[in-house]
C-alpha cells in the first residue's frame, strides 16, 4: 500500500544515510508492520501509543502526537533510538527496546514477530 511504499522510501533515505543498508530498511518496515499493520492512526497503549511505530506518548512526553504520525519523524526517531541501543551490532536488542524491556517473555515475541515479517 502506499504507506508501506513512503516508509520504504523514507528508510531507504535514512538508512542509507546512516550507511546501514538494505537490513535497516526490512527492519524498519517490519517495525511499523507489527505496531500498526501500516496504519498511522492506530491507537495503542490505552490510547497512549500512536502512529505507525506506536511511540508511547506517556513514555517520551517530549513527543507530540502529531510527531509521532509523521513517518519522517517517527522513521527518523525510531532509527536514532536503535542506534543509541547498539543498532546494527546489537539489533536484537535494539529491536526489543522499541517494544519494552528487553528479553521478557512480551518483547522476544515481538522480536520474533519483527523477525519473521517478509
Not at 48 to 72: F, R, V
Not at 88 to 105: D, Q
Request: charged share 25%; aromatic share 12%; hydrophobic share 35%.
Amino acid at each position: 500500500g502506499e504507506v508501506e511504499f513512503r516508509i520504504r522510501e523514507i528508510a531507504i533515505k535514512e538508512c542509507n544515510k546512516r550507511n546501514l543498508g538494505d537490513y535497516c530498511v526490512k527492519d524498519l518496515l517490519a517495525i511499523a508492520y507489527v505496531e500498526s499493520r501500516f496504519n498511522c492512526d492506530v491507537l495503542g497503549d490505552s490510547g497512549k501509543a500512536t502512529g505507525c511505530y506506536q511511540i508511547h506518548l506517556g513514555y517520551h512526553p517530549d513527543i507530540k502526537a502529531e510527531q509521532a504520525k509523521d513517518l519522517n519523524f517517527a522513521i527518523n526517531w525510531t532509527l536514532n533510538r536503535m542506534v543509541h541501543y547498539g543498532y546494527p551490532e546489537y539489533r536484537s536488542y535494539a529491536v526489543m527496546k522499541h517494544n519494552g524491556t528487553p528479553f521478557t517473555t512480551r518483547t522476544l515475541a515481538y522480536l520474533k514477530s519483527v523477525n519473521s515479517y517478509n
